[in-house]
C-alpha cells in the first residue's frame, strides 16, 4: 500500500478525494491530511477534513493546517522580484471587485467567486458535525510533509489540491527531497482548456501562481492532472444519488454536497451534464497511473499581465531531455468512473 498524505482547500472535490482514498484500502494508507487554502481558508479546509474524517469513521488519521496565505515572490530562491503591489493590481485585474488591498502576509479568504462555488461551508451547505478533534498546530503541514517524505522516498506520494503554497514550501526548505522519488501528483493548472477563474488560470493555480511556478521549476519531480482531463469526468445527479440507498450519514452527506455542486455546474457549465470530479481524479492517477496517459513536460506558470495563471511549456527548458512534470492528457473515463463509485460507495457503508 502507498503511503498517501492529501494536500487539500477541503471543498467538495476535495471531500469527495477523501473518500476515494478511504475506500481505497487495498492500495493507500492515508498518513495524513494537510490543509491549505483556495476554496475555503485554511482553518476552515482543515475544520472540514476533520468533519469528513470523523463522518467516515476514520478519527486516526492526522490533520495539519499548512501556509495560509501565498508565499511573497521574494520568499523563493530564483523566483523574480515581483512586488506585492505589483501582485495586488493583478489579482485585482481577474476579479471582480478587485483584491488591490489584499496584504500579503494576512491569511487567505476565499473569493467570491469559489465560495458560490462550494458554498460558504465549503461542502455545499451539507451540515456535517465537527470532529471532536482538533487539528494538529498551526503551520505544522510543512515539517509533517518533510518528515514523512524524508522517511518514505518513493513509497509516498502527495496529491496537493489547493494553492500550491504547502507544497513549494516544502521543496524550498528541503530541496534534498527532489531526488527522493516522492511523488507528487497534484491537481491543477490546464495544458489546453481555459481556466475556470480566468480565461488562462484554473483556480489552484491562481490562488499561489508563483508558488505553482517554483513548483515545476524548482527540480521536483510531479504529475500535473489539469482541467481539460478533469473536466472529461463528470459525476451525474442519478449516479450521486445511489448513495441515498446507503442509508449512511456518510451516504446522505455525499448527496446533499453534490446536489449543490451539480446544481451548480448545471447553471454554469451545462455541457458537462454533472459536475467534475477534478480532485477524486488527481487520487486516483495518484493510486494509478495507468488511468490517465501523460506525456512529459517542463512547465512554468505565466505571472504577468492576462495570462497570469496559466500553465505552460517552459521556453528555457523546451529542449532539455529530463522533463520533470508529467502533464495528463487523457483519461479512461468509463474506467475511472466506475472505480470512483466502487471506492466513494465503499467508504461511505460503514
Ligand atoms: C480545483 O479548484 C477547486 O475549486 C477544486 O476543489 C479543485 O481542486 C478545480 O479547478
Ligand atoms: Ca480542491
Not at 501556509?67 to 493583478?90: F, K, M, N, S, Y
Not at 518514505?152 to 534534498?176: N, S
Not at 497534484?186 to 481556466?195: E, K, R, S, Y
Request: proline share 7%; charged share 20%; glycine share 10%.
Amino acid at each position: 500500500r502507498r503511503k498517501l498524505i492529501l494536500d487539500l482547500d477541503t471543498g467538495i472535490d476535495d471531500a469527495m478525494a477523501i473518500a476515494y482514498a478511504l475506500g481505497s484500502v487495498d492500495e493507500a494508507d492515508l498518513i495524513g491530511i494537510t490543509a491549505t487554502y483556495g476554496n475555503v481558508a485554511v482553518p476552515l479546509a482543515a475544520r472540514n477534513a476533520l468533519a469528513v474524517l470523523h463522518l467516515f469513521g476514520r478519527d486516526d488519521v492526522p490533520v495539519y493546517p499548512g501556509v495560509d496565505h501565498p508565499i511573497a515572490p521574494a520568499e523563493l530562491p530564483g523566483a523574480g522580484p515581483t512586488t506585492v503591489q505589483w501582485r495586488a493590481a493583478a489579482y485585482g485585474d481577474w476579479r471582480a471587485g478587485g483584491r488591490g488591498s489584499w496584504p500579503v502576509d494576512a491569511m487567505w479568504v476565499p473569493s467570491p467567486g469559489s465560495v458560490a462555488v462550494h458554498h460558504p461551508n465549503g461542502v455545499g451547505g451539507a451540515v456535517i458535525p465537527d470532529s471532536p478533534r482538533a487539528p494538529e498546530a498551526p503551520g505544522s503541514a510543512v515539517g509533517f510533509i518533510i518528515d514523512a517524505a524524508r522517511e518514505y522516498g518513493p513509497d509516498l506520494t502527495i496529491v496537493p489540491t489547493g494553492a500550491m503554497t504547502t507544497m513549494a514550501t516544502v521543496f524550498r526548505d528541503a530541496p534534498d527531497l527532489m531526488d527522493s522519488g516522492v511523488n507528487v501528483t497534484l491537481m491543477g493548472g490546464a495544458l489546453t482548456l481555459p481556466g475556470n477563474v480566468s480565461p488562462a488560470a484554473e483556480a489552484n493555480i491562481s490562488q499561489d501562481p508563483e508558488a505553482a511556478d517554483w513548483l515545476f521549476r524548482c527540480g521536483a519531480r510531479t504529475t500535473m492532472i489539469g482541467l481539460d482531463v478533469t473536466h472529461q469526468t463528470a459525476l451525474t445527479r442519478e449516479k450521486a444519488h445511489e448513495w441515498a440507498s446507503l442509508g449512511t450519514p456518510a451516504g446522505d452527506f455525499l448527496v446533499a454536497m453534490t446536489d449543490y455542486y451539480i446544481d451548480f455546474y448545471l447553471k454554469n457549465q451545462p455541457e458537462i451534464h454533472g459536475c467534475g470530479l477534478h480532485d477524486p481524479l488527481a487520487v486516483a492517477a495518484a493510486l494509478d497511473p495507468g488511468l490517465v496517459t501523460t506525456f512529459g513536460f517542463n512547465l512554468q506558470v505565466d505571472l504577468e499581465g492576462a495570462f497570469r495563471g496559466r500553465t505552460i511549456g517552459d521556453r528555457s527548458r523546451l529542449q532539455d531531455a529530463d522533463k520533470h512534470t508529467q502533464v495528463a492528457l487523457g483519461v479512461d473515463v468509463p474506467r475511472f468512473l466506475d472505480r470512483f463509485m466502487t471506492r466513494v460507495t465503499n467508504a461511505a457503508s460503514a
